[in-house]
């Protein structure tokens, strides 16, 4: 019986789905079991990751992470791709130089929704954390990223920008000298792409709290509603986690002085 | 990339009680018990990453970072609980957020066999697709929401079971549901346009 005379039924629609799949030439898959044991043992082996209990404070399991990492990434045997996760931030090293840059910087349109304040903050529903050092931000966007199969499954972040000033010279390509994003929540809505070849990263500290530190151009992906946004990264960042919130922040300062920057943020309140 | 392959042929369900040896092994520290793991769930594991994001290379990164990942969660693993559902949500959850990449994705349209004969065999004792018209309807499917798409494939493309959809998903059981007759109504109304003919014997 041809169908298309009358509307199809569920059930049929239900049957021709199952019959398609035998249609599929799936993609052949993989055999990853000696990528991944060789990265597992290759982790096992690097005495400062040699057990990373589920007792064990999550900051601490967080630093040996990226303290494994470091010490991996400083074997030139070890070409393996890495991954280090810092809340909503995963920060993703490759053996090579990336091939394509993304070319845009962000943009006041890349960055959200431009609002006051205060409006941020009632929108995200919770404080922006504001470093002492910078004073009032000049400009604040708020965006959301859906992390969930739900429309009210979102994760909130908070963007807050500072003019260039003598002591803050400008980002290259854009108008600000200082970028600082919070992330709400730990879901992955922002990713970093770095080269190993390059290897301009490394760990930092801020309020004893384990963090990264990132120089020179790379990648930065950010989810907007469910849409990701490639852009290009020129300053050198800072990223660290403080009460379930992630920051980002973005300057042409060095290491000391965008620690001191972080560290000049009032107490955040915890989220829990 | 490493070039090896594994035989898809093989079946995509585990030994839930060997399943449950290995990984008591691999808690205790037995890598070799944890490849064992990978070699059974790794070709299952790459078809779900590869329905979330498209792309072969982000489906293989998605599947061995979520292996290593899954490696250092055993010990919250609870156990006498069925692993395939654990590591196909871990590899779903790596592979969603490579999916939003914006590298170009393949479509699944593309992937239905250059052959047009023989025809595929019936899925049900009622139904027979040709190519065209799998291809029209796996079109159709591409067109859905993510959300909608993936419990359709997860369910139907991947035969699992609702409640294996929601394990893997991370859902509630009546997410699922409610997306998947969300998702066919759409699918159904697409169909219904004239776009795929269903031969029923």
Known sequence: ?272 | MTGRTVNDQRPLQGRPSEDAILVSRARDGDVGAFEELVTRYQGIAFRVAWLAVRDRGDAEEAVQDAFVKAYYALPRFRPGAPFRPWILRIVTNEARNRGRSTRRREGLAARVAASDSPRAAPASESTVLDRADAEALLAALDRLPERDRLVIAYRFLLEMTEAETAETLGVPPGTVKSRLSRGLARLRSQLNAGVVEVEQA
């Open chain 1, 1 to 272: 019986m041809n169908e298309r005379s009358r509307p199809m039924t569920e059930s049929a629609l239900r049957d021709a789905l199952v019959a398609a799949r035998k249609h599929i030439d799936w993609p052949t898959s993989p055999d990853v079991v000696e990528d991944v044991g060789a990265t597992i043992r290759a982790m096992r082996a690097t005495p400062s990751l040699a057990a990373p209990r589920l007792s064990m404070p999550s900051r601490r399991r967080t630093l040996l992470a990226i303290a494994a990492a470091l010490v991996l990434l400083a074997g030139a045997a070890f070409a393996a791709r890495l991954v280090i996760e810092l809340g909503a931030i995963a920060v993703r090293v490759l053996p090579d130089r990336p091939t394509s840059l993304p070319t845009n910087v962000a943009t006041s349109d890349d960055l959200g929704r431009q609002v006051t304040l205060a409006e941020a903050e009632a929108a995200a529903g919770f404080p922006a954390a504001l470093p002492t050092a910078l004073g009032p931000p000049d400009h604040t966007w708020i965006d959301e990223a859906l992390v969930g199969f739900d429309p009210d499954d979102v994760a909130r972040r908070i963007v807050n920008a500072w003019q260039p000033t003598s002591g803050l010279p400008a980002i290259q390509g854009t108008e600000a000298g200082a970028l600082l994003m919070q992330f709400e929540g730990d879901w992955e809505i922002a990713s970093k792409l770095l080269s190993a070849e390059t290897g301009r990263f490394g760990h930092a500290i801020v309020e004893g709290r384990p963090g990264l530190w990132t120089a020179g151009e790379h990648e930065l992906e950010l989810i907007s509603g469910d849409e990701p946004l490639r852009l290009l990264v020129t300053g050198n960042v800072l990223i660290w986690q403080d009460a379930g919130y992630t920051f980002r922040l973005e300057t042409v300062l060095g290491k000391r002085a965008a620690i001191a920057i972080a560290e000049s943020i009032d107490p955040v309140v915890d989220q829990a």
